[in-house]
């Protein structure tokens, strides 16, 4: 049981190229997140999902697009990277009611570093 | 809308004394408490969290917390802290809406020193 995982860990990209972060869960969750994190400002949402085939916009989503295709898996795409986009990114899944009553404990992958010069 | 404000971006402290991580909270509804610590490079772990009843909430590491809903806060506490506990610390919240996002606070570094 991996729990959630990120791919990759590290990426430089240069300002204008593209880029997507996949982040895998192996837990059945139903609630699927991507969060940035910057320095003093902790984490913001960008995009989340409610369950398969579903995606909405979090607070900062400019940028970026998701996709949940399949359960498991949830994917951001940076279209044409920017400076501003230099952060870590973090992945997290909840089990929804499908874990019994609401508790919205996430649980969070490894995180991603990514560099845009 | 929910908001989180933790009072302390840094606290060094020195090893077996106690500490307290202090966080603040604004929001018109009912909300879920948690403590998210992250160790270096690595990502976040639940410590612990407020869903209702008794307000005084014991973690793992032997970390504990209360809820204090008249002042709208959620402080976290420990009686002797080790250099192990070097960290980053954040409180959130959940909106308990369709969504179950959480909103963090902007985390304090606990500095244990030896």
């Known amino acids: 049981n991996a729990g959630v995982t990120q791919t990759p860990k590290f990426r430089v990209l240069k300002t204008g190229q593209s880029m997507t972060l996949l982040c895998a869960q192996d837990m059945n969750h139903e609630y699927m997140y991507w969060y940035r994190q910057d320095p003093g400002m902790g984490l913001r949402l960008i995009h989340y999902?409610?369950?398969?085939?579903?995606?909405a916009k979090g607070e900062v989503p400019d940028g970026y697009n998701v996709s949940r295709l399949k359960k498991q898996n949830f994917l951001l795409g940076l279209e044409s990277a920017a400076p501003s986009q230099t952060s870590v990114y973090f992945c997290a899944s909840s089990p929804g009611l499908a874990g019994g009553p609401w508790t919205d404990t996430q649980y969070f992958g490894p995180g991603t570093r990514l560099t845009v010069l | 809308a929910q908001s989180v404000t933790q009072l302390d971006s840094q606290v060094p402290v020195f090893e077996e004394a106690p500490v307290e991580l202090r966080c603040n909270y604004s929001s018109s509804v009912s909300v879920y408490l948690f403590w998210y610590v992250q160790y270096p490079n690595q990502g976040l772990q639940l410590l612990l969290k407020y869903l209702s009843g008794s307000t005084l909430v014991k973690g793992i590491n032997g970390f504990e917390a209360e809820f204090n809903k008249s002042q709208t806060s959620f402080h976290l506490r420990k009686p002797s802290v080790h250099i192990s506990d070097t960290a980053e610390y954040f409180c959130?919240?959940?909106?308990?809406?369709?969504?179950?996002?959480?909103?963090f606070g902007s985390g304090t570094r606990l500095q244990v020193q030896p």
């Open positions: 959130a919240v959940s909106d308990r809406t369709g969504r179950r996002a959480l909103t």
């Open positions: 999902s409610v369950g398969e085939g579903t995606t």
